[in-house]
């Protein structure tokens, strides 16, 4: 994997879908494919751009229009059972829920839909769920981002990002590699996602 460092002009960042499409400038000839790469806001200058971290299975591009990769590294992490390692994640804890007014999708079921958690405590099992057989939180401390707002087609929703930040101990390290790779949880392509880790 590679990390990078990518700082993005004010006219590519100011709304989430830019943003993305932004970032898919980077590895070109790819509309097709999946998207591979994870990413992570760190500053943000309104009328200047955005500083952000991504991780990506593939080297970026140096620059394009109005993105510029200013830092790229190659990055792998030897994990093993039973390591403590620092960890720094922004997520998105949600649950799903059924339509209050039971309205049905296409397919006649009722049309579900999710809803963040905004209880510390609530936020925290989430966690732990994700976590469950991978690595067990032993300290962890959580802070609320502001809402992010996206539209999807005709539809507008918005998420309410959170921070964990904290030690955790590893129990399986195939599948701790793979949910770096992966992600956790939802809204990837909003910025979240991302777990950054370090030996503890």
């Given at each position: 994997?590679?990390?990078?460092?990518?700082?993005?002009?004010?006219?590519?960042?100011?709304?989430?879908?830019?943003?993305?499409?932004?970032?898919?400038?980077?590895?070109?000839?790819?509309?097709?494919?999946?998207?591979?790469?994870?990413?992570?806001?760190?500053?943000?200058?309104?009328?200047q751009g955005i500083m952000l971290l991504m991780q990506s299975k593939q080297s970026p591009l140096e620059a394009v229009e109005s993105v510029e990769v200013q830092a790229i590294r190659d990055y792998k992490l030897n994990l093993s059972e039973g390591q403590r390692?620092?960890?720094?994640?922004?997520?998105?804890?949600?649950?799903?829920?059924?339509?209050?007014?039971?309205?049905?999708?296409?397919?006649?079921?009722?049309?579900?839909?999710?809803?963040?958690?905004?209880?510390?405590?609530?936020?925290?099992?989430?966690?732990?769920?994700?976590?469950?057989?991978?690595?067990?939180?032993?300290?962890?401390?959580?802070?609320?981002?502001?809402?992010?707002?996206?539209?999807?087609?005709?539809?507008?929703?918005?998420?309410?990002?959170?921070?964990?930040?904290?030690?955790?101990?590893?129990?399986?390290?195939?599948?701790?590699?793979?949910?770096?790779?992966?992600?956790?949880?939802?809204?990837?392509?909003?910025?979240?996602?991302?777990?950054?880790?370090?030996?503890?």
């Amino acid at each position: 994997m590679f990390l990078s460092r990518v700082l993005v002009s004010w006219p590519k960042s100011k709304s989430a879908y830019a943003l993305h499409q932004a970032l898919w400038e980077l590895f070109p000839n790819r509309l097709d494919e999946a998207r591979d790469f994870l990413f992570r806001v760190e500053h943000e200058k309104t009328g200047q751009g955005i500083m952000l971290l991504m991780q990506s299975k593939q080297s970026p591009l140096e620059a394009v229009e109005s993105v510029e990769v200013q830092a790229i590294r190659d990055y792998k992490l030897n994990l093993s059972e039973g390591q403590r390692i620092r960890f720094l994640l922004k997520a998105n804890p949600v649950k799903t829920i059924k339509d209050e007014k039971g309205r049905k999708n296409a397919k006649g079921e009722v049309k579900s839909c999710r809803v963040p958690l905004i209880k510390e405590e609530q936020q925290l099992q989430w966690l732990a769920k994700k976590l469950d057989g991978i690595a067990v939180p032993e300290e962890v401390s959580v802070s609320n981002g502001l809402p992010m707002y996206f539209k999807k087609g005709n539809q507008a929703g918005k998420i309410v990002p959170v921070q964990f930040e904290g030690i955790a101990r590893v129990v399986n390290a195939d599948a701790f590699s793979r949910l770096l790779e992966n992600g956790v949880g939802p809204a990837k392509a909003l910025g979240c996602g991302m777990l950054s880790v370090a030996p503890g």
